[in-house]
């Protein structure tokens, strides 16, 4: 089996400008794994012909074809991180090859968003593809997906390792920062502030799926519960809406900003900014509970105190429900005083996390077998059109 994967080269591109871009190459490395594919290769539908030199370092030898060049070069065709044309997808089809729709975004609001607010976007035509995967965040969004493409809907492993986090850890390194909980700059930061955690904010701030405000308003609750809580509150992602009167009356209405104990700022990567300036991270999602981000976090031994199920099904993080900006306020204090005297059991609960997640572990490897035999099982064989 032959399998290529779309992606969208850009300039200036860094692989740290989302998660997609990390997605894609966990994906195809663990197909490389799988004894029966014969070839995996990149699909590219941007303008650059080459992809940041993070993918190279990480995952070597992965070719970077055209949709033209692909064209005899592959029996499967993975539609992930760029939008492939719907003739030559067509074609394909015609010529027995199998298209599948790999959605990685939130379903229900990557369909509604850009309409009720007007955005900007790339539209596919939906009946262009064979099957539809999507990760178990977005397991109740299936039958939607299958209405909406006319084509099975599946569950796929949601996969991750820590690859390029390690290999921008030993970068900043280089530079003198270091990342995590436990290094001497992080402790004598928090020994100053009296053992208050410098809180970071992480959210994108481009959807209602992951927005700061909540996030905002629990680390504001810890600090009026308990000053000795938070040391600094750094909301990053919000420049963009900082003369926004919603943001305004937010943000004015919290005492951290008030007494002078808030930043907001723009996009920073997590390993550079946790290296320098914070200890913790609060965050927020709808509908949307597995993040690379919380991994990254996870990975520093930071405490991270979050609203996702499915970390909570692990015992990892600070769980707070919902909306629930008391009790993710109350998690914040209970992080900050007693993270330090738990980091043994706090890593063991995260390691559980990572082996779920790990590519290459036989479970996942196992179920993306089974995932393309299923899908090869009625292509026609192979011909020339």
């Known amino acids: ?166 290999a921008r850890i030993d970068e900043v390194a280089r530079h003198g920062v270091q990342y995590g909980y436990e290094t001497v700059p992080s402790r004598n930061a928090r020994e100053a502030a009296g053992g208050a955690l410098r809180v970071a904010i992480f959210e994108p701030n481009i959807s209602v799926v992951k927005c700061s405000s909540i996030p905002m308003l629990a680390c504001d609750e810890a600090y009026r519960a308990d000053r000795t809580s938070v040391a600094k509150m750094h909301a990053l992602n919000t420049l963009h809406m900082k003369d926004h009167l919603t943001m305004l009356h937010l943000a004015n209405s919290l005492d951290l900003v008030r007494e002078h104990r808030a930043t907001f700022h723009g996009r920073h990567d997590i390993v550079g900014f946790m290296g320098q300036h914070a200890d913790a991270v609060l965050a927020h999602q709808w509908d949307n509970d597995q993040n690379y981000s919380y991994l990254d976090v996870l990975y520093g031994d930071y405490p991270l105190v979050h609203n996702s199920p499915w970390l909570a099904g692990f015992g990892a993080g600070y769980y707070y429900p919902g909306f629930d900006a008391y009790e993710g306020g109350r998690q914040l204090i209970a992080a900050a005083h007693r993270h330090e005297a738990g980091l043994d059991a706090y890593r063991t609960r995260t390691r559980a996390v990572f082996e779920a997640v790990d590519p290459f572990s036989d479970a996942n490897l196992q179920a993306y077998a089974e995932r393309l035999h299923a899908l090869v099982a009625s292509a026609p064989v192979r011909k020339s059109v």
Request: overall charge neutral; hydrophobic content about 45%.
């Open 1 to 166: 089996m032959r399998i290529g994967i779309s992606v969208l080269s850009h300039a200036g591109q860094n692989i740290w400008q989302n998660g997609l871009g990390q997605n894609v190459i966990f994906v195809a490395q663990a197909f490389q794994r799988l004894p029966f594919v014969e070839s995996v290769v990149l699909i590219d539908v941007g303008s650059e012909r080459q992809l940041p030199q993070q993918v190279d370092d990480i995952a070597p030898g992965l070719a970077l074809l055209t949709q033209r060049e692909a064209t005899d070069a592959v029996d499967v065709v993975i539609e992930m991180a760029g939008a492939l044309d719907n003739a030559w997808l067509d074609l394909m089809r015609a010529r027995g090859r199998k298209v599948v729709y790999y959605c990685c975004g939130q379903p229900y609001v990557g369909l509604v968003e850009p309409a009720v607010f007007n955005k900007p976007v790339h539209t596919s035509r939906p009946d262009r593809c064979d099957e539809i995967w999507v990760v178990a965040k977005d397991r109740r969004h299936m039958p939607m997906m299958r209405t909406l493409h006319r084509c099975p809907a599946h569950e796929v492993p949601y996969i991750w390792h820590p690859g390029f986090l390690q």
